[in-house]
């Protein structure tokens, strides 16, 4: 069946329970691809769902009872929205495709669509008849076609990706849920910024701004994936605010691998530094972390520190992934400290920090000895954790 999210505005998505990898992002607690429609004179579909859950989308529409569809809105070309655009334009074969310019190139060299499309900008609207559309572009949050559709009569705002998170369930509003699942779905959309977005933290501010500029009044922002938000709106703009500017909570990650266990035990003392100036931590082993998770706490923790060992002049394997990994998505203003035992060359340690500049982090200090620690080394260690710890808390 489909949602009411205001008279005349419809959630019409699909719910993918069981999806656990998401191109690499461990959705624990699967998902969903949202799309709406909005039914004035005319009737919009904005967005589609992944290709394969079409079924689950025309038996929605059937629901609301549209037997046609005017404009096909496409925020975003990527293959989660998108992919049943070809499915919907063969069932309604008069839909006018509406997106950007951008949009238009991603269409044509991701699904070969080529027809003429109306192509809007930001400012841009499109009446329905009772219903007004217009559109926001919001380029690289977090694809170059990425837009927003803002119904305004209604006051609902349909961001596509951004302020959505993975997270599958038969309830589709923020007010439905208790306290607890509100604090799992806040961390979820936390994951999804630290997966997805964080990169792209710079065009966030802009988008921000510019909804600030335009004066948009929100009753509802109904994301393409995961929940809708109707009653903490301020909250989510909030913790948009502050992870698209680097504010972080005042505690340590700890992430590190380790061959023989000298690094482990390394990362324990470490720790026990962290713990001395009276900073919380988590700690990681790469090899039994989920990436998702882990790149989560880094975005929210004020300090990180990492440790590797040496293995043939590189860094230790688990390690080099996770690394480039994080390195991709730049977070940024952050209190770093490496350390790493090795057997005879140690490279990994001089490795880490390299990439701790290129993020420009603020490097503390780092330690690295041969095989095991002594009492020297393990005073460096325990103290490499106070260190940072001070830092992050300011002293
Ligand atoms: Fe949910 Fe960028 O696609």
Redesign the pocket.
């Known amino acids: 069946m489909h949602v009411t999210i205001k008279p005349g505005i419809y959630w019409v998505g699909a719910v993918d329970w069981n999806v656990r990898d998401f191109h690499g992002y461990h959705t624990q607690y699967g998902t969903s691809y949202n799309a709406y429609v909005v039914k004035g004179d005319k009737v919009a579909l904005v967005d589609t769902v992944k290709h394969g859950f079409e079924s689950q989308l025309f038996e929605r529409l059937e629901h609301v009872g549209i037997e046609q569809i005017d404009y096909l809105v496409v925020n ?1 070309v ?1 293959m ?2 998108a992919g049943s655009v070809k499915a919907v334009m063969e069932k309604f074969p008069d839909v006018k495709i509406v997106t950007n310019a951008r949009g238009k190139i991603g269409l044509k060299e991701a699904y070969g669509i080529d027809e003429d499309v109306i192509i809007v900008k930001t400012g841009d609207k499109l009446e329905l008849g009772g219903k007004t559309l217009t559109f926001i572009e919001t380029p690289m949050v ?2 170059p076609d990425s837009m927003a559709t803002y119904v305004i009569e209604d006051r609902v705002l349909l961001p ?2 951004a302020f ?1 998170m993975h997270y599958a369930s038969s309830k589709r509003f923020d007010d439905e849920f208790s306290q607890e699942e509100m604090g799992r779905i806040f961390f979820e959309a936390a994951k999804y910024y630290a997966n ?1 977005v964080l990169l792209y933290s710079n065009q966030v501010q802009k988008v921000l701004k510019q909804i600030e500029e335009l004066g948009l009044e929100l009753d509802v922002i109904a994301p ?2 995961g929940i809708i938000w109707r009653d903490k709106i301020p909250e989510i703009l909030q913790r948009y605010k502050a992870w698209s500017s680097g504010e972080a909570d005042e505690r340590v990650i700890i992430i590190y691998d380790s061959m023989w266990l000298h690094t482990e035990e390394a990362a324990f003392e470490v720790a026990e530094g962290v713990v001395d100036e009276g900073v919380e931590f988590r700690l990681y082993r790469l090899k039994n972390s989920d990436w998702t998770e882990v790149m989560t706490e880094i975005m929210i923790s004020k300090g990180v520190i990492v440790g590797s060992p040496t293995l043939n002049r590189e860094l230790f394997p688990t390690v080099a992934g996770f690394l480039a990994y994080m390195k991709g998505l730049k977070p940024f203003n952050k209190v770093a400290g490496a350390f790493g035992s090795y057997g005879w060359s140690g490279e990994a340690v001089g490795k880490i920090v390299d990439i701790f500049n290129q993020l420009k982090f603020d490097v503390v200090g780092s330690v690295r000895w041969k095989y095991s620690a002594d009492e020297k080394t393990l005073e460096e260690l325990r103290e490499l954790g106070r260190s940072v710890a001070r830092k992050v808390r300011g002293s």
Do not use: L, M, P, T
Request: hydrophobic content about 15%; aromatic content about 8%.
């Open positions: 975003h990527e989660d929205h977090h694809w596509n990706d959505g997805i393409s994936h």
